[in-house]
Nanobody, 121 residues
Framework: QVQLVESGGGLVQPGGSLRLSCAASGNIFRAYDMGWYRQAPGKQRELVADITSGGSTDYADSVKGRFTISRDNAKNTVYLQMNSLKPEDTAIYYC???????????????WGQGTQVTVSS
């Protein structure tokens, strides 16, 4: 069973920092694009940042200069370092990855279960 497991969410004051982690587990042959999305109450899910297997990154304009995405290909893990957090960053953050399973060699998109990030004083 292939799955994505997120960790690192929580409650933080405005201006604070959090680091999210997402590890892909199971019989994985290769991880392709990996990224983070978020969904605030009453809003659509939106892309926060993504990273290719080669390390190319893309960010939503709202987080540029504050968030940094990175990955460890050996561990099939993606990270999101979030600095200078604002109340409007409050949302459930979801990990997303395109993974290729070893036993079938099929590539498909996977989602994590989500982790809550709350920015409040």
């Amino acid at each position: 069973q292939v799955q994505l497991v997120e960790s690192g969410g929580g409650l933080v004051q405005p201006g604070g920092s959090l680091r999210l982690s997402c590890a892909a587990s199971g019989n994985i042959f290769r991880a392709y694009d990996m990224g983070w999305y978020r969904q605030a109450p009453g809003k659509q899910r939106e892309l926060v940042a993504d990273i290719t297997s080669g390390g190319s990154t893309d960010y939503a304009d709202s987080v540029k200069g504050r968030f940094t995405i990175s990955r460890d290909n050996a561990k099939n893990t993606v990270y999101l370092q979030m600095n200078s957090l604002k109340p409007e960053d409050t949302a459930i953050y979801y990990c997303n990855a395109e993974l290729q399973r070893r036993e079938t060699m099929i590539r498909r998109n996977y989602w994590g279960q989500g982790t809550q990030v709350t920015v409040s004083s």
